[in-house]
């Protein structure tokens, strides 16, 4: 049973191959996210990267909004078009096999925690992404990077790729450890685990209950989806 995992991302389209325990039996591939972000060309990118990477059973897809029954309800950093497009439902036809679509920041988490305690994954990129574990039993839908921070503006607003090319890297470090220490305040986490390509942009050293991971754990969660 071969898992094809997709992580659609505000800069690039990820794709591996899942053996049955969730370990990547292909090299990852990946595309430049097309500009403008709308569905067609998006879907037309992930049938040909899922072409070159041999057969597969069914799909995981990680999707950089927020995602009911398969279904998007946002997506601030692909495009408006995006909104109530059932992601699921139409890359199952154009793919043959089912597939399940999650958040992903969810799908990070899933890949990377211990299933102990409080965990809150946060993601690096074009976005600010959230995921919050109880137990190992994810809450649904926490949105923090569209929450106020300080200043007026959002976590994303402060942290996003956006911010980071704006203010720069020393600000950005700056803001990321005031936001560490507030979401530390807020959820008293046992862990907080830092993912997303910007991870590479950190500076400071993180109190010992942050750790950075590995980014392709946005990719491995995807196996998660497939646990009934
Ligand atoms: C979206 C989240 C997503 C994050 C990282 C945010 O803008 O609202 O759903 O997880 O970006 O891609």
Not at 55 to 79: H, Y
Not at 155 to 172: F, I, N, V
Request: glycine residues 12%.
């Amino acid at each position: 049973m071969q898992t094809l995992a997709v992580d659609i991302g505000g800069s690039g389209i990820k794709v591996i191959a899942l053996n049955e325990l969730g370990e990547a039996t292909t090299e990852r591939s990946r595309v430049e996210t097309p500009n403008p972000a709308k569905p067609a060309p998006i879907l037309t990118e992930i049938v040909s990267l899922a072409a070159k990477q041999g057969e597969f059973d069914r799909v995981s897809v990680g999707f950089p909004g927020v995602v009911m029954g398969g279904i998007i309800k946002t997506a601030v950093n692909l495009d408006p078009n995006w909104v109530e497009f059932d992601l699921a439902k139409v890359l199952s036809e154009r793919l043959g096999k089912p597939v399940r679509v999650a958040n992903d920041a969810d799908i990070q988490g899933l890949g990377t925690i211990q299933g102990k305690g409080v965990e809150l994954v946060l993601t690096l990129g074009t976005g600010f992404g959230s995921a919050l574990f109880v137990e190992g039993k994810l809450v649904p839908n926490l949105e923090m990077g569209h929450h106020p921070f300080r200043k007026g503006e959002t976590y994303e607003e402060q942290l996003g790729r956006a911010a980071l090319d704006d203010a720069g890297k020393k600000k950005w470090n700056e803001r990321l450890g005031k936001a560490i220490a507030t979401l530390e305040n807020l959820f008293n986490c046992d862990y907080i685990y830092l993912g997303g390509g910007n991870t590479k942009k950190i500076t400071f050293d993180l109190p010992s209950n942050v750790k950075i991971v590995p980014n392709v754990n946005g990719l491995l969660g995807g196996i998660a989806l497939w646990r009934d």
